[in-house]
């Protein structure tokens, strides 16, 4: 267990910020995909299972945990950046049984999935957040916002009297709410000297702002892998057999 340390002139305990674990977790959430694969079949060598390798690292073990989880309750989040690190289009493969269904689109008219005809649908632009879901434990998840909230996100972002979405005095808060036909989501903007009357919720520190601005992703990384020709041409065969 890494030291409790604390931060700042209320001197919260920062928990171990989560981005560099659960980097580490996502690996081995990956190894563990792969070595459930070799067990569940049983026939073959390693060698034979190494094809599915990157078909494994979309799988749906890869850390969950990482990401921020929308409820119905309204979470207070700080957004890390002024933009998302990391925007794509992924296709929804309901025929993936073994890992997740979702496939990032390679986003070049090559892609095997478009080329078959397939639409990416999903659009994901992925944020550095603090989660403040428990004010005494703040946790940096990745915030993937759908086009909506990516769209208002944008608006605030490039307007300069409510802008940028890093700017240290602002919050938000995200909450969803299931219509008949689809999932709602819900995005308010919360001035840091609201934050306690309207959630019971203390501002974070300096200090613990830039703890956790040191773990945070850069431009251009990536939440989720393409995947290499051969898996790809893996998941074409399961869709066109269908
Ligand atoms: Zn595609």
């Given amino acids: 267990m890494p030291e409790s340390r604390t931060y700042g002139r209320r001197r919260r305990a920062l928990p171990a ?6 980097k580490a977790g996502f690996e081995v959430g990956k190894r563990e995909a792969v070595t459930g694969r070799v067990v569940s079949t049983g026939a073959g060598g390693p060698t034979q299972m190494a094809g599915w390798d990157a078909m494994d690292k ?3 073990a890869s850390g969950s945990d990482m990401y921020l989880k929308v409820t119905e309750e309204a ?11 990391d925007v794509y289009n992924s296709h929804w493969i309901e025929e993936i049984e073994d890992g997740s269904k979702s496939v990032r689109c390679w986003g070049t008219p090559d892609c095997p999935l478009c080329v078959v005809g397939d639409k990416a649908k999903r659009f994901s632009a992925c944020f550095d957040v603090i989660s403040l879901e ?39 808060t995200i909450k ?14 919360v001035k840091e000297r ?25 431009w ?12 790809m041409e893996e998941v074409v065969d399961l869709v066109m057999e269908s």
């Fill in 17 to 22: 910020t989560t981005s560099a674990t659960e």
């Fill in 58 to 60: 979309t799988a749906s």
């Fill in 75 to 85: 979470t207070v989040i700080k957004i890390i950046g002024d933009g998302p690190f």
């Fill in 134 to 172: 428990d004010p005494d434990s703040p946790v940096l998840k990745i915030w993937e916002a759908g086009i909506k909230i990516a769209r208002q996100l944008k608006d605030i972002a490039t307007d300069g009297k409510r802008g940028p979405l890093n700017r240290g005095d602002l919050y938000f």
């Fill in 176 to 189: 969803k709410e299931q219509k008949k036909k689809s999932v709602e989501y819900t995005l308010e903007r």
């Fill in 194 to 218: 609201d934050l306690y009357e309207e959630y019971d919720v203390e501002p974070l520190s300096d200090e613990a702002l830039a703890a956790f601005l040191a773990e945070a992703h850069q």
């Fill in 220 to 231: 251009g990384d990536v939440v989720k892998e393409k995947l290499d020709e051969d898996a």
